[in-house]
């Protein structure tokens, strides 16, 4: 058992120490990791962390979505820095699959862009409530508790899997809630997007499929899009996903942040779940 864990531990001190925010340096970022959770397995609640550019987040053990910058400062590296260095304050940010705010926080605590935050689950959409109103953002960013598909109407998705809850499958035997679902293009009919990001644990094709008119707005630039093989569940390939997206006119990135270069990919990054995409 005593073996076990320590592999796991150098196993995650290996990974943080790859982080360019680390420094090399993955004794601090393990000791974060053990320190956290520790405490909240002694003393399990809801804790406020400090985070960068002065920006406070809730967090507990089992928030996947957020816990991670306890550790490393920064998760999502490339591309949240990417979005904090291409989106301006008169932007608008469209956070689908918000989960509990990692990046609307960025967008609308550090760029000052308007962000539309979409989130289908209560309970995780409570959690993004609570984060935005603890940064003071309300006037910043719109909250909408709603899953977003091809077309409008209701869908089921699966509660008891904390922060990682999604669309569920036809029969598929576990509890699940119904959810009111509308088309993006209905929910953006009045705006101007500059930067979508799609997080929906699979569902990706269905809810590009019903921004079609929104794919075509000239002040779309960016798209932040997962690729994890987690549509194959519904039938979806990455590949159609990427094929799709690309029928617009966006191609992939990746990001020199250092630099703050972008080169163009021929397909979408395998190095890492997700990847950018920019208007050509």
């Known amino acids: 058992m005593i073996k076990k864990v320590l592999k796991k531990l150098k196993k995650r001190r290996k990974k943080f120490q790859s982080h360019p925010l680390i420094n090399g340096n993955g ?14 397995t002694i003393k399990p609640k809801t804790r406020i962390y400090n985070w960068i550019h002065g920006l406070k987040f809730y967090a507990k053990k089992g928030d996947a979505g957020i ?49 539309i935050a979409i989130e289908p689950i209560p309970n995780t959409y409570e959690k993004l409530q609570k984060n935005i109103n603890l940064n003071n953002l309300q006037d910043k960013v719109e909250c909408l508790n709603i899953g977003l598909g091809e077309d409008k109407g209701e869908l089921k998705f699966t509660k008891g899997y904390d922060v990682m809850n999604r669309v569920a499958l036809e029969n598929e035997n576990v509890p699940t809630i119904s959810v009111p679902v509308q088309k993006l293009d209905e929910v953006l009919q009045n ?26 707005k000239e002040s779309l630039k960016y798209i932040l899009l997962e690729f994890n093989n987690s549509g194959s569940r519904f039938g979806i390939s990455d590949e159609k996903v990427f094929d799709f997206v690309t029928s617009y006119g966006f191609k992939p990135l990746s990001y020199h942040v250092d630099k703050k270069e972008v080169t163009l990919e021929n397909s979408f990054r395998t190095d890492k779940f997700n990847t950018i995409f920019i208007r050509a």
């Open 27 to 40: 004794y601090d970022a393990l000791f974060r990791y053990i320190k956290f959770n520790a405490i909240q």
């Open 191 to 216: 705006e101007q997007p500059t930067f979508l990001k799609i997080d929906v644990e699979g569902f990706e094709y269905y809810v590009l499929k019903g921004a079609t008119e929104t794919l075509k």
């Open 67 to 115: 816990v991670s910058n306890i550790y490393i400062k920064l998760a999502d590296y490339e591309d949240s820095m990417f979005l904090m260095h291409h989106l301006h304050e008169n932007d608008l940010f469209v956070d689908i699959g918000a989960n509990v705010g990692h990046f609307t926080l960025l967008a609308s605590g550090v760029s000052k862009a308007r962000t």
